[in-house]
């Protein structure tokens, strides 16, 4: 697939990001989700491990892998469908992926940005991708990262 900028695609995404970013990132509890969850649905750690194919003490290992953040993405997934849940793995950009592509395209151009985006909340969105194409076409897009 060939690498090349979508500003569709780039505002879709965004706008798919804002439900994500209004989740607290540090809502995960210390023990874990996998105990958390395992302990208000009144489960033991050997019927976990019943449900793994593991032991009670191996059922344990993998809820303290979890809450330590050692364990593999498949691993996770095993254990979420041992507690019949569903994993949702997600990068939640910390500012929009359009500011970001424009922050980027400022620093590689090194000319200021046009005006019309310090008033990005009384644009559409229309208007904010035509106004980021016309930067976007006086900057080399290979060499933007």
């Known amino acids: 697939m060939k690498n090349r900028l979508n500003l569709t695609r780039l505002a879709e995404l965004d706008r798919q990001f804002c439900d994500f970013a209004k989740l607290q990132p540090a809502a995960a509890p210390r023990c874990g989700w996998t105990k958390t969850v395992r302990l208000a649905l009144g489960m033991s750690s050997q019927a976990l491990g019943e449900r793994l194919g593991v ?80 930067v976007l076409a006086q900057v080399n897009k290979r060499g933007l990262w």
Request: net charge neutral.
């Open 55 to 134: 032991s009670a003490q191996g059922a344990r290992k993998l809820e303290q892998a979890e809450a330590n953040g050692n364990i593999t993405l498949n691993t996770l997934a095993r254990l979420a469908h041992g507690l019949d849940c569903e994993v949702r793995y997600v990068f939640v950009p910390r500012t929009s992926l359009v500011e970001q592509v424009l922050r980027r395209t400022h620093e590689v151009a090194g000319f200021p940005m046009p005006s019309v985006f310090a008033a990005t909340d009384a644009l559409t969105e229309a208007q904010r991708l035509q106004a980021l194409s016309v």
